[in-house]
């Protein structure tokens, strides 16, 4: 089965400096792996996603991600948060039907000016 | 444009009421889908529809129907409303085996 973990619900930083949002995954076989970002009273924007191509991943915004599979983490890191980054982020796995996704269960991201 | 569009946006009803959320997407997707997201923002499929079929269908009561009158609309009737139906609600869609996308949501209150 698959699923994702992620470590922490709640993430506090000062703008200017890096963001670090952590998600482990489970997966039986090679995953697919999205970040989504939802601001307050707004849908879901995807990111980025992984789809085991290189496994360094750029999206929108300055974001990016790993996947290492041997750590089996897919973390979302930005060198300089900025105040618009406030939002939470959902780690979200593919699983087997090609339609299912398995969302994370949210980090809050807070900007401190 | 507004890719995935749901209306409406917010629905305050009372318990045990009928009410329905519509939704509609204009990229051409052949796969759209319901979400619930609970009050700790926790997203849970609900439904999907690929060509007019239901493909998922997690444990939902039955007192929820999706109804796909094409393949750009996937209306969400609900039936006999209870408290705990309170939550907000998201449309997305995608081709088959890629990213979905979201609409807006439809924030949804039972009193």
């Known amino acids: 089965a698959q699923s994702v973990t992620q470590l922490d619900s709640h993430v506090s930083v000062s703008e200017g400096t890096p963001v670090l949002l952590r998600c482990n995954y489970s997966s039986s076989y090679s995953p697919s792996l999205f970040w989504y970002v939802q601001h307050p009273n707004k849908g879901l924007q995807l990111l980025l996603k992984?789809?085991?191509?290189?496994?360094l991943v750029k999206g929108i915004n300055g974001f990016e991600a790993e996947f290492k599979k041997s750590e089996t983490s897919f973390h979302l890191t930005k060198p300089s948060a900025h105040m618009s980054d406030a939002a939470e982020y959902f780690c979200v796995v593919r699983g087997t039907g090609a339609n299912n996704l398995f969302f994370g269960t949210g980090t809050r991201l807070t900007v401190i000016p | 444009d507004t890719a995935v569009s749901q209306t409406p946006k917010y629905l305050v009803t009372q318990m045990g009421n009928d009410k329905s959320i519509k939704c509609e997407q204009n990229l051409g997707h052949d796969t759209m889908y319901w979400y619930k997201q609970d009050s700790k923002k926790f997203l849970k499929i609900m439904f999907s529809?690929?060509?007019?079929?239901?493909?998922i269908n997690e444990t939902v009561p039955n007192r929820f129907s999706p109804k796909s009158p094409d393949k750009a609309h996937l209306n969400l009737h609900i039936n006999s409303l209870e408290l705990g139906d309170s939550a907000v609600y998201f449309c997305?869609?995608?081709?088959?085996?890629?990213?979905?996308?979201f609409g807006p949501g439809t924030r949804l209150t039972v009193t």
């Open positions: 992984y789809t085991s191509a290189a496994t």
């Open positions: 997305a869609s995608s081709r088959t085996g890629y990213e979905q996308y």
């Open positions: 529809y690929n060509n007019k079929e239901l493909i």
